[in-house]
C-alpha cells in the first residue's frame, strides 16, 4: 500500500559519538572522512525511515568543516528529512559538538544528503511517501529542496538548463558555472 505522507518529526534520527584516538588526523582533531561517515550512516537511517524501505546514497553537496573538533569531544549529528520527490528523498544534517561535560558546544558543520529508496529485492528505485512539513523551518527548508535539488542535477548533467525553471531566474545567469 502506497503511504500518502509522512511528517518531518516521524523520521528525524539523531547519533551521538565521542571522539576516540582511532578517530583522530595526526593532530589529535576529528579526521573529516570519519565524520563523513558518521554523517551518511545516521542520514541513511534518517531516509530509511521515511522511505520505509533500504536507501542508497546518490549525493552529498557541498561540505565544509568549519570548526576543528578535538579528541575527546563527544559530537550530536541531527537529521531530518527536508523533502521527498519520487524515488529520492534529501536529508539535511546538522553536526554539533561539546566537551565532555556538555559545555563550549558549537556548530561545526553541516550537509544535505540525497537517498534513493530501493526495493528488497531487485535493488531498483522504488517511489517514496511524500513529505509533509508542518512548522515555519520545515515550509522553509521543503521550499528551498527543490531548488537544491535542481542545482545538483544541474551539476551531474542529468538536467538541462532550461528544465531547471526555479532556478534560472536566481542563478543561471552566471554562464561560468555550468558546462550543459
Ligand atoms: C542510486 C541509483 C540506484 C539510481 O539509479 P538510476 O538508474 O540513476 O535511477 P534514476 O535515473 O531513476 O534516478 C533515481 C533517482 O535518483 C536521483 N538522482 C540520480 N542522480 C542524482 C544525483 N547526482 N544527485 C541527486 N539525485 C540524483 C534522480 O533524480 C531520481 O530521483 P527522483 O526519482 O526522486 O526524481 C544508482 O545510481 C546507484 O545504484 N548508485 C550507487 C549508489 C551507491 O551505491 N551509493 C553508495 C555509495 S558508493
Redesign the pocket.
Given at each position: 500500500m502506497q503511504i500518502k505522507g509522512k511528517t518531518v518529526d516521524a523520521s528525524k534520527a539523531i547519533m551521538t559519538e565521542m571522539i576516540m584516538p582511532n578517530d583522530t588526523n595526526p593532530i589529535h582533531n576529528l579526521m573529516g572522512g570519519n565524520l563523513l561517515r558518521w554523517m551518511d550512516v545516521v542520514a541513511g537511517i534518517c531516509a530509511g525511515r521515511h522511505c520505509e524501505s533500504y536507501v542508497?546514497?546518490?549525493?552529498v553537496d557541498h561540505v565544509s568543516f568549519d570548526k576543528p573538533i578535538p579528541l575527546g569531544d563527544v559530537i550530536t549529528l541531527e537529521c531530518v528529512v527536508t523533502r521527498a520527490?519520487?524515488?529520492?528523498c534529501e536529508v539535511y544534517v546538522e553536526v554539533f559538538s561539546s566537551n565532555i561535560k556538555g559545555k563550549n558546544t558549537r556548530r561545526c558543520n553541516d550537509a544535505y544528503f540525497?537517498f534513493?529508496a530501493?526495493d528488497d529485492k531487485d535493488k531498483k528505485?522504488i517511489k517514496v511517501p511524500a513529505l509533509l512539513p508542518h512548522s515555519a523551518v520545515e515550509i522553509k527548508r521543503y521550499d528551498a529542496a527543490l531548488k537544491r535539488?535542481q542545482l545538483?542535477?544541474l551539476l551531474?548533467g542529468?538536467l538541462g538548463k532550461k528544465q531547471a525553471k526555479e532556478l534560472q531566474a536566481q542563478l543561471l545567469s552566471d554562464e561560468s558555472l555550468f558546462s550543459n
Open positions: 542508497v546514497t546518490v549525493s520527490f519520487n524515488t529520492s540525497t534513493v530501493v528505485p535539488r545538483r542535477l551531474s542529468r
